[in-house]
């Protein structure tokens, strides 16, 4: 482990919080702490962190607002959710809020460090989005720009969230191609967990909302295989 590799970690809870720092600080990691949300945006921009370990209670601006601000100013670092929120809907507000990752307390340091060493890799969604040569799609009366969250149809723009972006890009890419669910799960969420194929179903439901103003386009699924983008 290189130690150029910096890690922003934001959480209130002091003795956790020096708990974790100490444990990544020995694996070389150069780790920042923030407190709270204020101190979480500015460490951002003057740390510059590889990858953000974010709480998500915590004062002053909670997780999914300080994940929303960073996003609309980098899509490519990766932030991990820390949370003892165990609801599904809270799940699914930390991806839609920017998210890569998400880790339920009490964690190990070894989850931690792994599901880290996913993004920080390349094995992640991050690595794989900055590689893409295409941000653009034009398929079946719809504009996808990814750059942008925005998908167009007729002039009637549906703005998306990050993940669903992440989604239909993927999709995108391999049009009329079936994917496994593992791939996409591998792809987009970096493990194929139970709770995340629910969170994926979630996904992949909104889309097909989106997608419905062209009849001719769908995403099917495949009992038992996974999902295809059929373009008519």
Not at 31 to 40: C, I, K, P, R
Not at 44 to 57: A, C, N, R, T
Not at 84 to 89: D, E, L, N, R, S
Not at 101 to 112: C, G, I
């Amino acid at each position: 482990m290189q130690t150029s590799i910096k890690v922003l970690l934001v959480e209130d809870e002091p003795s956790l919080a020096l708990v974790v720092k100490d444990s990544l600080e020995q694996h070389d990691y150069n780790v920042e702490l923030a407190m709270n949300g204020d101190e979480a945006l500015k460490a951002f921009h003057s740390f510059e962190p590889h990858i953000v370990i974010l709480d998500i209670m915590i004062p002053k601006l909670n997780g999914f607002n300080v994940s929303k601000t960073i996003r609309n100013l980098d899509r490519k670092t990766p932030i991990i959710f820390l949370s003892a929120k165990i609801q599904a809907k809270d799940v699914v507000k930390g991806f839609e809020s920017g998210g890569n990752d998400y880790l339920r307390k009490p964690f190990s340091m070894e989850e931690l460090l792994i599901r880290m060493k996913v993004l920080l890799s390349g094995s992640g969604l991050l690595d794989q989005v900055e590689e893409a040569q295409r941000t653009f799609f034009d398929f079946g009366g719809f504009e996808f720009d990814y750059n942008r969250l925005e998908l167009n149809f007729e002039n009637k723009v549906q703005k998306l969230t990050s993940k669903e972006a992440d989604l239909l890009q993927l999709f995108c890419e391999h049009q009329n191609q079936l994917l496994t669910k593992k791939a996409i799960l591998h792809a987009i969420w970096g493990d194929d967990s139970f709770f995340n194929s629910r969170t994926m179903d979630v996904f992949i439901s909104r889309l097909r909302k989106y997608l419905s103003l062209n009849p001719d386009i769908t995403i099917i699924n495949v009992r038992g295989v996974g999902y295809k983008l059929l373009i008519g």
